[in-house]
T-cell receptor, first 116, second 113 residues
Framework: DTAVSQTPKYLVTQMGNDKSIKCEQN?????MYWYKQDSKKFLKIMFS???????INETVPNRFSPKSPDKAHLNLHINSLELGDSAVYFC???????????????FGPGTRLLVL | DAKTTQPPSMDCAEGRAANLPCNHS???????VYWYRQIHSQGPQYIIH???NNETNEMASLIITEDRKSSTLILPHATLRDTAVYYC??????????????FGTGTRLQVTL
């Protein structure tokens, strides 16, 4: 009964490769997010989608492209991976604030990406 | 975004109350205070949030000062499983559909026997 799930849990790849991380939530939420936690443990938001529409886009390199096929899924595709992309990537979801939902975000278990 | 200041680390004996302080002196009138925690190797977990009044749920209590410039998260009977990094967050920009949480460095709470 995992609320927010991510695959894969671990991802080891070579520099220059292209990879995708998948996220799914079964909470019925309209809004989903991607966060990055670097080696110093700083957790920063990257993107947010609401009903497949991009809402928040922080200053993230355009090698990172989120894709939302439906409101329950938000995938993250990364082109031309670099050493500095090594981090833990967390997906999260929340209710649409306009529907009166709270701003509580529910996080997935994370995907540990290591670029060699 | 209102900034928050938390002590980098705290210790607490198991069974005792853990009181985690947070300063948010630049908070504005309509901003909530949220608390999340991150247990090692897991995703952040929501604990509690509040605006003005003190709040309590099954996990913790949140005490917000009258001027709202600081708050305290209270874990009434800390257990070893409560060892984690605790983040105090003042809600960031509200776009109407998504909320941008800005995580600081948090307080690393170590619960000991």
């Amino acid at each position: 009964d995992t609320a927010v799930s991510q695959t894969p849990k671990y991802l080891v790849t070579q520099m220059g490769n292209d990879k995708s991380i998948k996220c799914e939530q079964n909470l019925g939420h309209d809004t989903m997010y991607w966060y990055k936690q670097d080696s110093k443990k700083f957790l920063k938001i990257m993107f947010s989608y609401n009903n497949k529409e991009l809402i928040i886009n922080e200053t993230v390199p355009n090698r990172f492209s989120p894709k939302s096929p439906d409101k329950a899924h938000l995938n993250l595709h990364i082109n031309s991976l670099e050493l500095g992309d090594s981090a833990v990537y967390f997906c999260a979801s929340s209710q649409d604030l306009r529907s009166g939902g709270g701003e509580t975000q529910y996080f997935g278990p994370g995907t540990r990406l290591l670029v060699l | 975004d209102a900034k928050t200041t938390q002590p980098p680390s705290m210790d607490c004996a198991e069974g005792r109350a853990a009181n985690l302080p947070c300063n948010h002196s630049t908070i504005s009138g309509n901003e909530y205070v949220y608390w999340y925690r991150q247990i090692h190797s897991q995703g952040p977990q929501y604990i509690i949030h509040g605006l003005k009044n003190n709040e309590t749920n099954e996990m913790a209590s949140l005490i917000i000062t009258e001027d709202r410039k600081s708050s305290t998260l209270i874990l009434p009977h800390a257990t070893l499983r409560d060892t984690a990094v605790y983040y105090c967050i003042v809600r960031g920009k509200n776009t109407g559909t998504a909320s941008k949480l800005t995580f600081g460095t948090g307080t690393r709470l170590q619960v000991t026997l």
